[in-house]
């Protein structure tokens, strides 16, 4: 059974916005108010709160006088919460690299070269605290749906509510230990122990890291 969308995690209101501007290709807020029987004011913040985590983006059109109309359009970050065609590719190719295991190491050392550059490039903050706010940004726009909680005074655990990869993780786990590291380079001090992991049967993904965080003996991180 495949695995639920990101834009199933999403609330109800914001859903059928979205669907609305992928339905049109783009819309305004006047036409989506009238196609979910909402007001423009309420239709109105939601779009904005779209906007701004990433998932829609508006452009002004001008027909004659009067204020510009704002148009709203999906971003490639709202594309992502459809259906997509990528894991079927993607296992395609892990399953032909696997037949020449000589370029397995290089093929997930390029991917993981890959997300280190994407983070490095998003999360520069000075403090802890505010690299953990950056990253957390950049994996909701990648469709993570993260929640950092404070657990004590210099321990912090993130859940990933959705993985956008399950598909290729539950065939090739290697890209679960490429996030622990990389949410590790991320936050540039201490160490990131997984707690759960869905391809173990988690119902989420969970990683604790902190400034000189020590791994409890025993754990993944530990053994890593």
């Known amino acids: 059974m495949p695995s639920p969308m990101a834009l199933d995690l999403l609330p109800s209101t914001r859903r059928l916005l979205l669907l609305g501007i992928k339905e049109r290709g783009e819309a305004t807020a006047e036409q989506l108010a009238r196609a979910s029987y909402l007001s423009i004011a309420a239709v109105r913040m939601h779009l904005y709160s779209l906007e701004s985590d990433g998932f829609v983006k508006h452009t002004r059109r001008r027909h004659g006088p009067g204020r510009p109309t704002h148009l709203f359009h999906l971003t490639p970050t709202g594309e992502e919460l459809f259906p997509q ?29 890959a997300q280190q550059s994407q983070v490095l490039a998003g999360v520069s903050a000075v403090t802890f605290e505010g690299r953990i706010e950056q990253l ?89």
């Open 136 to 224: 957390a940004g950049l994996q909701e726009r990648q469709g993570f749906f993260p929640l950092w909680e404070v657990t004590s005074e210099s321990d912090w655990k993130v859940t990933l509510r959705h993985c956008p990869f399950i598909r290729v993780a539950r065939e090739h786990p290697e890209f679960c230990e490429i996030e622990r590291r990389v949410i590790g380079i991320a936050v540039a001090q201490g160490t990131v122990q997984t707690v759960g992991s869905r391809v173990g049967g988690a119902p989420t993904c969970a990683f604790r890291a902190g400034p000189g965080y020590e791994p409890e003996p025993g754990s993944e991180a530990a053994g890593a």
């Open 85 to 113: 065609g990528y894991a079927a590719i993607a296992l395609a190719l892990l399953a032909a690299i696997d037949s020449h295991p000589e370029c397995k190491g290089q093929v997930f050392e390029a991917l993981e070269q």
